[in-house]
């Protein structure tokens, strides 16, 4: 279960603790970010500054289930065991080792059918 959030609480919290470091705070607003929750709404208004700053936290930002792309398929949705779930292709060291097995295995005669 996820913890509550207020996301209008959330963006104040960052506006307080990004903006005292504005270094042109007479500047003025360049953008309203409006915001509609099920806890209500908020309106900000945003300096240059602060705007800059979360588009820096937004881009830097990497979901805890991002494991990367599939090298296989491409797919994204890798679990923990960077097993991709749209293909089947096994990564990271464990997966490289089990692919090499499976190469060799099918490399060599001796593992054919029996004659
Ligand atoms: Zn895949």
Known sequence: MTAPLDPAA?????VERVAPYDPAPEAGPVAVLGLRTALGEATFQ??????RAMCRA???Y???EDRGSCIACGGRRL??????LDCGRLHGILGEVIARHARRVAEDPSYGPSA
């Open 10 to 14: 959330v963006v104040a919290e960052f």
């Open 46 to 51: 945003l300096g240059d500054h602060v705007v």
């Open 58 to 60: 937004l881009e830097a």
């Open 62 to 64: 990497r979901d805890p």
């Open 79 to 84: 679990d923990e065991n960077l097993h991709c």
